[in-house]
């Protein structure tokens, strides 16, 4: 198996204090969290697993070359998970955490299409040079989706999560692109409301597209759960839909295994001792993950975790408000948001590759559902040995079969909200991400979806959002009138 060398850079930074004779020594001081800092986002390194050919990748494909796909997915995990170099909060982010959130992608844009001209002109290269923090925590935007268009009130509150974009992503995402009556800017939601609105009325449904993103663009879709400073916190462990009280949708509620997380234990996950389990009803969500009926233990280092600041700390809690009943744990300056899954999609391929992760400490869930350790270097360090994976390189588990591909991602597509999430795959869902006033979404995945002309999916009202859905969710798109040419 070929390995991707990294070269990481690192600071130690050392104080020392003298007392004098007879002096108390001072009260420590309380800890420092910034809010924000400057952090420069790292590209992920050129090597020979990264980016691969597309007609290597394709090769894969055509022949089922399941072991190539997931070595391929792990080597990227690896990868990503490297230090950057750049701290935060006295932490070296790995090098996906210091790329690009949608705040510094899509900022806020004017009200009104014909604000576009006034926009400020700022570029994302601009944007990351401001002190930002890297966890800008919302609510998942799979919550929202809802079955057949109607949003569900239900979502698990316990969940955040927010977009991350490689610097070759967010550069394409930010530049001038042409199209009819552009150029356009894709980071600007009113832009694509103009160029969905300004296609010639001649121009066929699968013709009406952005531009396709660069070879070298990735999208990541990171999701945090809490761990509190101090005490145990229940943290719920997916074990396949026959571990869950609901196996329609198991959402993390309803996992029956969970894991005592202690702030400062170490070791590995194990079963939880007598005197663990009668502290459990006393644990951080307790109330909130009461389906628990089997109980592990496991430190925090089993995630990647970051210390959150009284800001982020607000934010986190934000993303889950209005909370559910009964209510799960609050977050505070101190806590831990902690690394529960991440969605990870490359421009590899023009269908874009598909790879989905999620914590599974110890051994792999019953059958392997819907993903394993399996293919897993040995060089992948902890806390990133402890997170399984699915991938989804077609919507068929063969080239042009009718076995549909299953890759769902436990934290997520488990919910209400998803319309069949635990028989979804991540290409079928993204391939129908369009630029609309209300944008499709499949409410079943029993056959493959013809990409670009299912006219359930695309038609001359919409534009196709080259697998985006955070660029599709990004436009602004009124109710279609006269063609605007777009203010140069």
Same mark, same amino acid.
């Given at each position: 198996?070929?390995?991707?060398?990294?070269?990481?850079? !690192?600071?130690?930074?050392?104080?020392?204090?003298?007392?004098?004779?007879?002096?108390?020594?001072?009260?420590?001081?309380?800890?420092?969290?910034?809010?924000?800092?400057?952090?420069?986002?790292?590209?992920?390194?050129? #090597?020979?697993?990264?980016?691969?050919?597309? !007609?290597?990748?394709?090769?894969?494909?055509? %022949?089922?070359?399941?072991? !190539?796909?997931?070595?391929?997915?792990?080597?990227?995990?690896?990868?990503?998970?490297?230090?950057?170099?750049?701290?935060?909060?006295?932490?070296?982010?790995?090098?996906?955490? +210091?790329?690009?959130?949608?705040?510094?992608?899509?900022? *806020?844009? *004017?009200?009104?299409?014909?604000? =576009?001209?006034?926009?400020?002109?700022?570029?994302?290269?601009?944007?990351? &040079?401001?002190?930002?923090?890297?966890?800008?925590? $919302?609510?998942?935007?799979?919550?929202?989706?809802?079955?057949?268009?109607?949003?569900?009130?239900?979502?698990?509150?316990?969940?955040?999560?927010?977009? &991350?974009?490689?610097?070759?992503?967010?550069?394409? $995402?930010?530049?001038?692109?042409?199209?009819?009556?552009?150029?356009?800017?894709?980071?600007?939601?009113?832009?694509?409301?103009?160029?969905?609105?300004?296609? *010639? =009325?001649?121009? /066929?449904?699968?013709?009406?597209?952005?531009?396709?993103?660069?070879?070298?663009?990735?999208?990541?879709?990171?999701?945090?759960?809490?761990?509190?400073? +101090?005490?145990? #916190?229940?943290?719920?462990?997916?074990?396949?839909?026959?571990?869950? +009280?609901?196996?329609?949708?198991?959402?993390?509620?309803?996992?029956?295994?969970?894991?005592?997380?202690?702030?400062?234990?170490?070791?590995?996950?194990?079963?939880?001792?007598?005197?663990?389990?009668?502290?459990?009803?006393?644990?951080?969500?307790?109330?909130?993950?009461?389906?628990?009926?089997?109980?592990?233990?496991? /430190?925090?280092?089993?995630?990647?975790?970051?210390?959150?600041?009284?800001?982020?700390?607000?934010?986190?809690?934000?993303?889950?408000?209005?909370?559910?009943?009964?209510?799960?744990?609050?977050?505070?300056?101190?806590?831990?948001?902690?690394?529960? !899954?991440?969605?990870?999609?490359?421009?590899?391929?023009?269908?874009?590759?598909?790879?989905?992760?999620?914590?599974?400490?110890?051994?792999?869930?019953?059958?392997?559902?819907?993903?394993?350790?399996?293919?897993?270097?040995?060089?992948?360090?902890?806390?990133?040995?402890?997170?399984?994976?699915? %991938?989804?390189?077609?919507?068929?588990?063969? /080239?042009?079969?009718?076995?549909?591909?299953?890759?769902?991602?436990?934290?997520?597509?488990?919910?209400?909200? $998803?319309?069949?999430?635990? #028989?979804?795959?991540?290409?079928?869902?993204?391939?129908?991400?369009?630029?609309?006033?209300?944008?499709?979404?499949?409410?079943?995945? #029993?056959? *493959?979806?013809?990409?670009?002309?299912?006219?359930?999916?695309?038609?001359?009202?919409?534009?196709?959002?080259?697998?985006?859905?955070?660029?599709?969710?990004?436009?602004?798109?009124?109710?279609?009138?006269? %063609?605007?040419?777009?203010?140069?």
């Amino acid at each position: 198996m070929r390995k991707i060398a990294f070269a990481a850079a !690192a600071a130690v930074v050392l104080g020392a204090g003298l007392w004098g004779c007879g002096k108390a020594p001072e009260a420590s001081k309380p800890e420092v969290l910034l809010d924000a800092a400057v952090i420069t986002p790292v590209p992920l390194p050129t #090597t020979a697993d990264y980016p691969v050919a597309q !007609a290597t990748i394709q090769g894969w494909i055509n %022949t089922s070359n399941t072991a !190539a796909i997931r070595n391929h997915a792990w080597q990227l995990w690896q990868a990503m998970s490297q230090p950057s170099g750049q701290v935060f909060n006295g932490q070296d982010l790995p090098i996906w955490d +210091t790329w690009a959130g949608s705040a510094e992608v899509f900022p *806020p844009a *004017p009200t009104g299409l014909q604000a =576009t001209a006034t926009a400020p002109k700022t570029t994302v290269a601009d944007r990351v &040079k401001a002190p930002r923090s890297p966890h800008q925590f $919302i609510s998942p935007n799979q919550f929202h989706h809802g079955r057949g268009g109607i949003p569900s009130p239900q979502f698990d509150g316990a969940i955040t999560a927010f977009n &991350k974009f490689s610097p070759e992503a967010a550069a394409f $995402i930010d530049s001038s692109q042409p199209g009819p009556g552009g150029p356009y800017t894709y980071s600007n939601g009113n832009d694509l409301g103009l160029l969905n609105q300004n296609w *010639p =009325t001649t121009t /066929p449904a699968q013709n009406r597209t952005i531009n396709a993103f660069p070879t070298r663009g990735i999208e990541l879709k990171p999701v945090f759960g809490l761990v509190k400073a +101090t005490g145990l #916190t229940i943290q719920p462990l997916w074990q396949g839909p026959g571990g869950s +009280t609901n196996a329609t949708n198991p959402m993390p509620p309803t996992w029956t295994t969970c894991v005592l997380i202690d702030p400062n234990g170490k070791g590995a996950v194990r079963p939880a001792t007598k005197e663990e389990i009668a502290q459990a009803p006393n644990a951080a969500g307790a109330a909130y993950f009461s389906a628990c009926k089997t109980f592990l233990w496991g /430190p925090l280092s089993s995630f990647y975790a970051v210390k959150l600041s009284a800001a982020e700390a607000a934010a986190f809690n934000a993303a889950n408000a209005p909370p559910p009943t009964p209510a799960p744990p609050l977050a505070a300056k101190g806590d831990y948001a902690v690394l529960q !899954a991440m969605h990870v999609n490359t421009k590899e391929i023009p269908f874009w590759t598909w790879q989905t992760f999620w914590w599974q400490p110890g051994g792999d869930t019953p059958n392997g559902f819907p993903g394993s350790k399996q293919g897993q270097p040995s060089s992948l360090k902890t806390p990133w040995n402890n997170y399984a994976s699915c %991938t989804a390189y077609d919507q068929t588990t063969t /080239p042009g079969g009718s076995t549909m591909t299953v890759c769902f991602n436990p934290y997520l597509e488990t919910s209400t909200n $998803i319309p069949a999430g635990i #028989t979804s795959n991540c290409m079928s869902c993204h391939g129908v991400a369009v630029i609309a006033a209300n944008a499709p979404y499949p409410l079943a995945y #029993t056959a *493959p979806i013809s990409f670009f002309t299912d006219k359930t999916y695309f038609t001359t009202s919409n534009t196709q959002a080259d697998f985006s859905w955070a660029v599709a969710g990004a436009a602004v798109v009124p109710p279609k009138t006269s %063609t605007t040419t777009k203010s140069k």
